[in-house]
């Protein structure tokens, strides 16, 4: 059975947990500092968000995370992986939010990453389990399901985990960058193998946001993606042609920019 984003969404209650980043941070009755603390939450301890709204900034990030526990943080004490919003606006107004995935490009990521219901111990050292999901606890504790794993469960696992990947290649985009759902199916699934900061400093993003054609753009780049300790991978090299394939293959609606 295929999943698809919008999907598996529908079925996930709550965004995935996110740790703290700071010894001692504060959760306030309302999106900023002037507001009473009504709790606190210590280093890496989760919090799972329902809603962001804009409040006082805190080291240039106005972002304030509603949390489960019914207070705000700040979002700049949240590791959420993105400068961002990463859920719906606590007015009901909404964010301007990533696009959801197709199921082509669900595809592609849970078959480049292969389904490992148990946890192992990856190529770089990491504790994973499922579809490449990085474990950030021991024994993956922050897996709101049993383990081993369902192939169910490893979907939506992952339809979580790609999330924080479309979010920050829409957000390191501007409007120049016109792309339907498989070229930026192929962008999601290149920054979920090498990560939103390596994506977002690359010449591949710096060419886009400059209005040359995807498609050009994406056959001159990501072919260079394929090296992992100098040497070139035959797995990484698989992964960007699939990629390439994805971006080029036609009648998908459009992606990017976002119409907010």
């Known amino acids: 059975m295929k999943f698809t984003i919008a999907a598996l969404a529908s079925s996930l209650a709550v965004v995935s947990a996110y740790p703290i980043t700071g010894t001692t941070v504060n959760c306030r009755s309302g999106p900023g500092t002037s507001y009473a603390v009504k709790k606190s939450y210590s280093l ?5 968000i329902s809603c962001q709204a804009a409040g006082t900034s805190v080291s240039g990030n106005n972002i304030w995370d509603k949390t489960q526990d019914g207070c705000y943080v ?11 919003y990463v859920t719906d606006k606590c007015d009901g107004s909404g964010s301007c939010a990533a696009p959801a995935s197709n199921s082509a490009t669900v595809d ?9 219901a148990s946890i192992y111990t990856d190529a770089t050292g990491h504790a994973t389990v499922g579809y490449g999901h990085l474990c950030t606890k021991s024994k993956c504790a922050e897996v709101p399901y049993s383990i081993p794993l369902s192939t169910a469960n490893g979907k939506k696992l992952l339809a979580s985990d790609m999330r924080k990947f479309e979010t920050c290649i829409t957000n390191m985009l501007n409007s120049k960058a016109v792309l339907n759902l498989n070229q930026y199916g192929a962008l999601v699934s290149w920054s979920f193998n090498v990560g939103c900061g390596a994506a977002e400093g690359s010449q591949l993003i710096k060419r886009l946001n400059a209005g040359e054609t995807v498609n050009t ?3 001159d780049e990501l072919p260079k993606w394929v ?15 699939n990629e390439l394939a994805l971006a080029k293959t036609s009648g998908s609606g459009a992606a990017l920019p976002v119409k907010c």
């Open 44 to 48: 890496n301890d989760d919090v799972k």
């Open 217 to 219: 753009v994406l056959a």
């Open 227 to 241: 090296h992992g300790g100098g040497v070139v991978l035959p797995g990484l090299v698989t992964r960007r042609k």
């Open 74 to 84: 700040a979002d700049y004490y949240v590791r959420t992986g993105v400068n961002g």
């Open 108 to 116: 592609l990521i849970a078959k480049s990453e292969g389904f490992r």
